[in-house]
């Protein structure tokens, strides 16, 4: 969900079938969120919350340089029990700068930047072949 006001901060869960799982399809699906409410949405915080068994979201998440801000307990109820979660993070400012701008932490060092600098063709180009890969035809 979107938090307006204050906080201008959203909470990105997924889950996708194990029919597609281990095809890149989830870690570009994130990658284009991020870019989009850290960007145009205008969006100050972004949280993914995962629980700590969860090693390919974990990994996700890692691999696409969150910020790892630690273990919340009791943090959802899940099939009649309060689950412990990872919480990872990412600042607009950590992404964009402070004026909005690139920043150089995201342009020039070796923190991946998402999907920023995809050209839309290529952007709708692998949406597209996603939308191949899932087609039960």
């Not at 998440?61 to 790892?68: A, F």
């Amino acid at each position: 969900p979107i938090t307006w006001g204050a906080t201008r901060s959203a909470q990105v869960g997924y889950w996708i079938g194990s029919t597609w799982q281990g095809r890149g399809i989830m870690r570009l699906s994130v990658a284009l969120v991020l870019d989009h409410l850290l960007g145009p949405v205008g969006l100050h915080r972004v949280e993914v919350n995962v629980r700590p068994a969860n090693e390919r979201s974990l990994a996700l998440c890692r691999g696409l340089g969150l910020r790892e801000e630690g273990l919340r307990r009791g943090y959802m109820h899940i099939n009649g029990a309060w689950a412990d979660h990872v919480s990872f993070a990412a600042l607009a400012e950590e992404v964009h700068g402070p004026d909005g701008t690139a920043s150089p932490a995201g342009r020039n060092s070796s923190r991946p930047v998402w999907g920023r600098g995809m050209s839309a063709e290529c952007a709708r180009g692998v949406v597209e072949g996603a939308s191949v890969v899932l087609s039960d035809r």
